[in-house]
């Protein structure tokens, strides 16, 4: 017996599906998978009255039972199987009043499936706007189910919906539309319920119509209802859409009851401004213009936060070594501990001041057309439509956004999407990309305005989404994929950005850096420590003598920096950093550097907190702490120049646009791809773009 009653969220994409999700469950919410199946099932818990809790169920949006993607058929495993835990005891079929037509097919067949359901009618004010009202109370009497007005985004009406929900899960009422069966539809429904003990007539006959895609009846299950629809020559295909064909006929009968125009339709104003935002060459132009504006704005306004910190670190550090006398722990505590944490909060700011303005763009309904605009652009590179989304959700990060290639028919494509998906800078990006560009694009203006670091940044980004594009035509050669795909999107009125949501997502963002990320570096920073400070046999003291021998002459300052020098390339860490060097020398980078790109395997951020900590080992203590001043002051012991000249600085950069260099990452297409075939193909095409490109750059800047 289930310990509270599930009530399942269903609706059309688009619908306001999830703001409902947000108003009724809060901050009660944990996200996971359904059992068996990678696609992500949120989960909240909703208080109803003093005494009832219940547990919300926010199902894959989709626009009927019949699904065209994997996470769509989580929809039809749900509610075809009544012995599936995560069955719900009623439903709440979200509905775009705007678009009523299309949304009520959904909804019939819910209902018709035997589930307790309640219509809410969200987006009233949409409607409105269009001239249309619509007679929710006449509507609720000719379904025999109760019909809530809302508008989930602002919270109106959710205290109805609760005492709503309350209600129906006393009485269990349903709505059953008998329409759609004829005689044999009818003796099939009759034979399969008897030979599967269901008391639903529809529910027996999406057992027949579409047994291939309810994986819990097993292959012998399958194969006696393949057997059944033998039989009768059923064609499951003819049948979904005469039945679709017979639903509509039903809803455009019922609409015209309680449907009525109000007045001349206006032009409302998303028409009004998509007609600029969506135009074939000013829709891109100003598009580019938001991203300068965006990357502009994160070097300009980030600049003064992140300074503060990373001299905070360096005051910190350099008082605690003054105050506590020399000591393994206390090197641990400042060049390991601090050092690492110095590398991940410096980029708090940026982070922050990104996402802030990705989810401005979200709420507001832009983010919505630039989806569109780049749905135009990418199929002229022969992928899929419906790729836009997770390329374009992977600037913030690759895992969900490999994730949500589910909604892609076509095995083929997706795959190809998953593929090329890493390519786009992620905001683990962020923090490389604007440490290296610190040090080597000059802080100053192009015709008086324009940050030439934050058109570096731009640059950068630009570089990898059409890295992706390419890789995806490609790939589409190598696959022979000639399936055509498409895209179809339903987009949202323009809003103002509800502050409190932007505020919430940039906490969560910073939060999930700080304590994902962070945790990440820091573990890493102090194995560093121990590598770094430590190393075989007694080779480490026969270095100090060979040094302090060697230079009779030196300062107490000199000498000390020598030997922190010389013990940290004769330590466990700079061995490694030997071995590796030959490989990485032909792209400008020493041994240093190798030990940072080996640990950036984990995540790419921790490169910034492991060059901290080996240039802050390997320091004089004399110099200036902050990690902009180490990596800018470092010299390479063999050329004597900057070890991050302008040549090896770009570079590094060129090689993070393209290297994989994610563990996370690799996990995700592991799971999605079922295999380790591809995510080891992946690894190595990025991994050998990344090499060959970064040396390239080298070369030439050399």
Known sequence: MKEKKIIALLGNPNAGKSSLFNQLTGLRQKIGNFPGVTVDKKVGFCRLDAKTDIEILDLPGTYSIYPNSLDEQVVLEVLANPQNPEYPDLAVVVADASNLKR????????????????????????????GLSINSGKLSKILGVPVVELNAREGIGIEGLKYTILNQLDLKKTHINPTIFDNTSETI?????????????????????????????????????????????????????????????????TLTQVVHETGIKKETISEKLDKILLHRIWGYAIFLGILFLIFQSVFSFAEYPMDLIDQSVASLNDWLKSVLPESALVSLLTDGLIAGIGGVIIFIPQIAFLFAFISILEESGYMARVVVLMDKLIRRFGMSGKSVVPLISSMACAVPAIMSARTIGSWKDRLITIMVTPLMSCSARLPIYTILIALVVPDSKVLGI????????????????????????????????????????ELPTYKMPRWKQVGFMILEKVKTFVFEAGKV????????????????????????????????????????????????????AGHF?????????????????????????????????????????????????????????????????????VATSFSLLIFYVFAMMC????????RETKGWKWPVIQLAYMSVLAYVAAFMVYQFLK
Request: without cysteine; glycine residues 6%.
């Open 189 to 253: 429904a009759s034979e399969v319920r008897k030979k599967y003990n269901i008391s639903n007539r529809y529910l027996a006959l999406q057992y027949a119509a579409q047994s291939h895609k309810m994986t819990f009846l097993g292959d012998a299950a399958q194969k006696d209802l393949q057997a059944i629809i033998e039989k009768y020559d059923f064609n499951p295909d003819s049948f979904q859409s005469s039945e679709t064909i017979s639903r509509y006929h039903d809803i455009s009968d």
């Open 103 to 130: 949304n009520m097919l959904l909804f019939e067949q819910v209902s018709d499936l035997g589930i307790p359901t309640i219509l809410a009618l969200n987006m009233l004010d949409v409607a409105e706007e269009m």
């Open 521 to 572: 570096i820091v573990a890493i920073s102090i194995v560093l420590w121990v590598l770094a400070s430590y190393g075989p046999g007694n080779e480490m003291d026969e270095a100090e003598k060979q040094v302090t021998r060697t230079n009779p002459t030196a300062t107490k300052e000199e000498l000390a920096s020598k030997i922190a020098s010389v013990k940290l390339e004769h330590s466990y």
């Open 663 to 670: 563990m996370s990452t690799i996990a995700t297409v592991y």
């Open 450 to 489: 324009f940050n030439m670091q934050g058109i570096a940044l731009m640059g950068l980004y630009l570089l990898g989404f059409f890295s992706a594009l390419i890789a995806g035509w490609l790939m589409k050669l190598i696959l022979k994929s000639k399936e055509r795909s498409y895209f179809i999107m």
């Open 577 to 645: 950093g030997k071995f590796i060097e030959p490989v990485i020398e032909p792209l400008g980078y020493d041994w240093k550097i190798g030990i940072a790109l080996i640990t950036s395997f984990a995540a790419r951020e921790v490169f910034v907190g492991t060059v901290s900590t080996i240039y802050s080992i390997g320091a004089d203590p004399e110099d200036e702490t902050t990690i902009k001043q180490r990596l800018r002051n470092e010299i390479n012991a063999q050329t004597g120049k900057p070890t991050f000249s």
